[in-house]
């Protein structure tokens, strides 16, 4: 296939799906703030209470904040662009940093993606979370491990931003000219996005409050920052999920580009 019909087939499939993109559906933000947001139901109540609790103490040591989010599906809409909208809406990461990162699941559609705000981007480049999905999330959910591989790759991107866990540059894929392409389109398509969305009201979030407000119980552990539970373990019922933390909840957002996709 040359590429004027690449470039046909592209621009055809744009035009088709820029409406649907525009109108993405998300779940409203809960009341009071959450790092760990289970809407699909794939972890344990201990677990939640334990990485809610480690997430907090490391966005109260760093500002940075680290937003697990799972839903059951896309609905066919992108995975990232799905996260970008969460970590937009919510206003993900610090005010004035826009350093969040949205770590969205899928599980009926078994795909997942992460985003990090702008304040991020260089910490996080896309290489760097496509190996981190290859290589920390989707073995594990592949076997069914979603709370393993959801630490290894918190751990994993937690490392990045410090500088300690790059990429190999040669795990890199694909012709580059139809790289090129792909980032052509996709940055066209984050500018319609936008536009869309700046003369849209904040009116597209779903409001189903059914079984999103629930409180799990906050975790009784040492709450080690960079430390990530993998289930089980002796937890107090106490509600609030915060163990003792000061974090104040979101205020931040600034997701307009960066991360990565994958599936499992």
């Known amino acids: 296939m040359n590429l004027a019909v690449r470039l046909a087939f592209a621009l055809i499939f744009l035009a088709i799906s820029m409406p649907a993109f525009a109108e993405i559906k998300i779940p409203e933000r809960p009341n009071p ?29 760093t500002s940075n904040e680290i937003a697990i989010i799972t839903i059951k599906g896309l609905d066919d809409y992108p995975a990232i662009e799905y996260a970008y909208t969460i970590g937009d809406a919510w206003g993900i990461g610090r005010k004035g940093k826009d350093n969040g990162v949205v770590i969205l699941i899928a599980p009926n559609d078994r795909k997942l993606a992460i985003a990090p705000g702008r304040g991020l981007t260089g910490a996080l480049p896309d290489i760097t979370c496509k190996q981190i999905i290859r290589r920390d999330f989707s073995p594990q959910f592949k076997a069914g491990n979603y709370e393993a591989g959801i630490s290894q790759g918190v751990s994993s991107i937690i490392n ?22 792909i980032m052509f389109f996709i940055f066209f398509l984050l500018f319609f996005l936008m536009y869309r969305i700046a003369k849209r009201s904040k009116s597209f979030t779903t409001v189903n409050q059914r079984g999103w407000r629930d409180q799990y119980p906050s975790s009784r552990g040492d709450g080690g920052i960079w430390w990530f539970p993998t289930g089980g373990g002796d937890f107090d019922n106490n509600r609030g999920g915060g163990g003792g933390s000061s974090w104040g909840g979101f205020g931040g957002g600034g997701f307009d580009g960066g991360g990565a996709s994958g599936d499992w």
């Open 33 to 61: 703030p959450r790092l760990v947001n289970d809407f699909a139901g794939i972890l344990s109540p201990s677990y939640i209470a334990q990485m809610e609790h480690s997430l907090r103490l490391y966005a109260d040591s």
């Open 160 to 181: 990045s931003i410090q500088g300690e866990f790059s990429a190999d540059p040669t795990s890199a894929e694909g012709d580059p000219l139809v790289t090129l392409l």
